[in-house]
């Protein structure tokens, strides 16, 4: 069914990973979120929830959705799509059983718990390798597997600060602010699902598993990109310094009439071109090049403010694009998925929940094409499931005389609730 608001497709596809089968353990945000980047390129996740109460998420709010049968957390709802649900008590006898048959028959497990717990309950490193040989683990800890602190929990904001990003966010260096998203949770899922694929793919070469380990603390301190080397090459310790770039000039947000607006200007052409739209000396000392401006980006910010006063953000940025510099409005999010060209790249899907009906989730930053132009990238995706939605199917494959790398039952599980 093509979804409203988005183009016309003549053929759907399940994506790369079709025939792939993901065991997901995770809770909370990072792990799940690796396994919904899987299942969203076609990989088929089952994901296994302690019976009392599932996923910490499920429980995480407000806001929650009531229905008939219960709320729904939206947090659950952000990181859990394309999955089916299983209970398992992995202290229980039984429960042990059958997560040795699933991992038996997969290709992935994901896990997020503190380092050691897994091997506590007999899936040691050692044990899942004579279990399936070809099984690729994807481990996901707070601040790492070993090392002096190896052993601490993990939560977002904590390794946020941890690991300098808080340091860098604020409107000044002694206003400390987390990011608004748990982006430590969500680049540890991005990072753990290409370090998945890497696996998959050397075991093509080399017939076997093996484990993938990252870490929140690893994931941020990765992407510290050009701020990090600020202090390993350049000795500079960085500072948060608002909204505006600490190695470019003019590179920020800036007050006009009635708001703001975004402007990038990041060359010498640019700068001439913003300069003589909007009457500013490209003789001044201070202005001469990039240098100079960001030494004195207190007196730019204040002339490029009283330029842009007499002029509201529409006006503004159709000037900017006329003049073919970089510009642009901080929008809410209810403007972000009502904007077309976001709702053009997918970036909003729309679900049938088995109680809420039809909804409507962030989508997945990826898009495959042939040579031809076909696009195939995956557009049939099921809601994040209920608490132990899949039990009876599942277990009825697992006890099904089904080897290894056998398919789930025809489209029982994934069809249900498709768009």
Known sequence: MTQPGFPDHKQHHEGPLVGKLVVDLSRALAGPHAGMMLGDLGARVIKVENPDGGDDSRGWGPPFVDTPEGRESTYFLSCNRNKESIRLDLKAADGKAALRELLRRADVLVENFRPGTLDRLGFDPKSLEELNPRLVVLAISGFGHDGPEGNRAGYDQIAQGEAGLMSLTGSGPGDPQRV????????????????????????????????????????????????????????????????????????????????????????????????????????????????????????????????????????????????????????????????????????????????????????????????????????????????????????????????????????????????
């Not at 001469?288 to 980006?297: C, G, L, T």
């Not at 207190?298 to 006063?309: D, G, M, P, R, V």
């Not at 929008?331 to 970036?347: I, K, M, N, P, Y």
């Not at 962030?362 to 099921?382: A, C, V």
């Open 180 to 419: 608004g998203v748990p982006i430590g949770d969500v680049l540890a899922g991005i990072h753990g699902a290409y370090g998945v694929l890497a696996a998959l793919l050397e075991r093509e070469r080399t017939g076997r598993g093996q484990m993938v380990r990252t870490s929140l603390l690893s994931s941020i301190v990765s992407v510290l990109a050009f701020q990090g080397t600020r202090w390993t090459v350049g000795g500079e310790v960085p500072q948060a310094q608002g909204n505006h770039h600490p190695s470019i000039a003019p590179y920020g947000l800036f007050r006009c009439a009635g708001g703001s607006v975004q402007i990038a200007v990041g060359s010498e052409g640019l700068w001439r071109r913003f300069a003589e739209e909007f009457g500013l000396s490209v003789r001044d000392e201070r202005w001469r090049d990039n240098q100079s401006r960001v030494a004195h980006r207190a007196e730019l910010a204040e002339a490029i403010e009283a330029a842009f006063s007499e002029s509201d953000a529409e006006e503004l940025l159709a000037r900017l694009e006329a003049a073919g510099v970089p510009g642009g409005r901080v929008r809410s999010l209810d403007e972000v998925f009502g904007w077309e060209q976001a709702r053009s790249q997918h970036l909003a899907v729309e679900l049938e929940h088995p109680t809420l009906g039809r909804i409507e989730v962030p989508g997945s930053p990826l898009r495959f094409f042939q040579p031809d132009g076909t696009e195939t990238t995956r557009l049939r995706h099921t809601a994040p499931p209920r608490l132990g939605e899949h039990d009876d199917a599942v277990r009825a494959w697992l006890d099904s005389a089904g080897l290894p790398g056998d398919a789930l039952p025809g489209d029982a599980l994934i069809g249900s609730g498709a768009s």
